[in-house]
């Protein structure tokens, strides 16, 4: 399959997951337009280092996803705010730097098979670790949590519970990349629980100050 390539700074795209994006460069403009014109769809990829400014195929993750182009509005200073939608999890086979933008032939990824009764118990896992989350974090919107629980696909859980959760981009690219279902279902387990400690301890902590300060007020 070849794309037009947009290399992006400090995102990560994950299939069935819609994004605003904004985007500048010249290169990556011409090569959202190029999809605009045939069948809107294009490789996204994220930067190893997002300050470079014309990176090259060696300045990207060889993991992206292939997505499609939801609305393209060009903004007053000259920049474009686009809203894409992932669709699959592609990797880079090869690149063509054109004149105008950046071409890429990828290859699809697919998701590794899974014995049912397993995935239902990740599926139930992760489910219960978010419900855990939200009733420390103010961030996460009560819709989310109804869509979560709904949901009965492991593969679209992941995917969508990304989306919601303060990850690095080192992390968010480790869950793109992993192919094999079960992994990148321990690898979110885990991070999940990584989240849930912290919030717990800063809970405790501000819970520790609230009461150092109303202590205070009333000496």
């Known amino acids: 399959m070849i794309l037009p390539l ?8 994950f299939p069935g997951v819609v994004t605003p994006l904004f985007v500048g460069r010249d290169k ?3 090569a959202l337009q ?16 997002p300050n470079k400014e014309d990176p090259s195929l060696k300045d990207l993750y060889s993991i992206g996803t292939v997505s499609t182009i939801l609305q393209l509005i060009k903004l007053p200073d000259g920049t474009y705010k686009v809203l894409v939608e992932g669709i699959k999890r592609a990797r880079i ?10 071409e890429s032939e990828v290859d699809v990824m697919e998701n590794s098979e899974m014995d049912a ?7 139930n896992t992760l489910q ?32 969508t519970l990304v989306g919601h959760l303060s990850l690095s981009i080192d992390d968010r690219q480790k869950l793109l990349e992993e192919s094999d279902l079960e992994d990148r279902s321990k690898l979110l387990v885990n991070l999940l629980e990584n989240q849930l400690d912290l ?17 205070s007020q009333k000496e």
């Not at 009764?117 to 599926?123: G, T």
């Not at 919030?199 to 202590?215: F, W």
């Open 93 to 102: 086979i090869n690149a063509k730097n054109k004149k105008e933008f950046t």
């Open 28 to 30: 990556s403009i011409n």
């Open 199 to 215: 919030t717990q301890m800063e809970k405790k902590i501000r819970d520790r100050v609230k009461k150092q300060m109303e202590k």
């Open 128 to 159: 219960s670790q978010f419900k855990d989350l939200s009733k420390t974090s103010a961030k996460i919107r009560p819709e989310i949590i109804s869509q979560v629980r709904s949901m009965e696909k492991l593969d679209k859980l992941i995917d």
């Open 117 to 123: 009764d397993l995935q239902r118990s990740y599926l």
């Open 34 to 49: 190029k999809a605009m014109s045939e069948d809107k769809s294009v490789m996204l990829v994220a930067q190893k280092d």
């Open 6 to 13: 947009v290399p992006l700074r400090d995102v990560v795209i």
